[in-house]
T-cell receptor, first 114, second 111 residues
C-alpha cells in the first residue's frame, strides 16, 4: 500500500507568488495533518482535518495560508502571497484514528521562497 | 504548552553502543510517542506509550515513561550506523489529541 504522497517534493518560487502544496493521505485514514518544519521552530502543526472537515486551524500562521480537503483522498495547502519566511519543509500526515494517534508522514515538500 | 523537549540535542556514539535520549514535557498527557526522521525524509513512528504504562519494548527500542516527573526516555540498544537520524518525542493530552513535537535529538552512530 502506498504511503502518504506529497507533491511537489521541491518548490522554488519568488516572493509574492502563490504556492500550492498537495497531499494524498493513506486510503481509509480519517485524519489528515499539515505540519511545517524549520530549524528555528521545529515541527509545527498548522491544521488538521477529520473526515474532510477542518477541526483545528489554530496553527495556521496568517491569512495568507489556507488549506482544503475536497475529498477523502486529496488535500491542498495554499500560500498566497508567499514570503521568504515561509521557506520550510511542509509535511502532510494521516492517521486512521485520532485516539490511537500514530501518524504516517509523507516525504515532505521543501519550499524555498526567494 | 505541552511541548516535549528532548535532551541531548545531539549525541554521537560508536556502533554497538547504546543510545539514550530523554524527553520532558509540561502538562498531563494521554500518551507519548517517539518518531525517527532520517535526513531529508518524513517522520516515522517508532513506539507509543500510554500514560498508564511505565515501560514498553519494541525490538531494540525501550521506552520508559515517568508521569510524576513528566519525562520519558528512549533507549536504542546495540546501535547501528543505520540508526543515525533525528529522534522526536511527541505528546498529546487532555481533550485535544493533537500531537506536539519536541525539537529532536540528532543521533549519529559512527561505524
Amino acid at each position: 500500500d502506498a504511503g502518504v504522497i506529497q507533491s511537489p517534493r521541491h518548490e522554488v518560487t519568488e516572493m509574492g507568488q502563490e504556492v500550492t502544496l498537495r497531499c494524498k493521505p493513506i486510503s481509509g485514514h480519517d485524519y489528515l495533518f499539515w505540519y511545517r518544519q524549520t530549524m528555528m521552530r521545529g515541527l509545527e502543526l498548522l491544521i488538521y482535518f477529520n473526515n474532510n472537515v477542518p477541526i483545528d486551524d489554530s496553527g495556521m500562521p496568517e491569512d495568507r495560508f489556507s488549506a482544503k480537503m475536497p475529498n477523502a483522498s486529496f488535500s491542498t495547502l495554499k500560500i498566497q502571497p508567499s514570503e521568504p519566511r515561509d521557506s520550510a519543509v511542509y509535511f502532510c500526515a494521516s492517521s486512521p484514528r485520532l485516539a490511537l494517534n500514530e501518524q504516517f508522514f509523507g516525504p515532505g515538500t521543501r519550499l524555498t521562497v526567494l | 504548552s505541552q511541548q516535549g523537549e528532548e535532551d541531548p540535542q545531539a549525541l554521537s556514539i560508536q556502533e554497538g553502543e547504546n543510545a539514550t535520549m530523554n524527553c520532558s514535557y509540561k502538562t498531563s498527557i494521554n500518551n507519548l510517542q517517539w518518531y525517527r526522521q532520517n535526513s531529508g525524509r518524513g517522520l516515522v513512528h517508532l513506539i507509543l506509550i500510554r500514560s498508564n504504562e511505565r515501560e514498553k519494548h519494541s525490538g531494540r527500542l525501550r521506552v520508559t515513561l515517568d508521569t510524576s516527573k513528566k519525562s520519558s526516555s528512549l533507549l536504542i540498544t546495540a546501535s547501528r550506523a543505520a540508526d543515525t537520524a533525528s529522534y522526536f518525542c511527541a505528546t498529546s493530552g487532555g481533550s485535544n489529541y493533537k500531537l506536539t513535537f519536541g525539537k529532536g535529538t540528532l543521533l549519529t552512530v559512527n561505524p
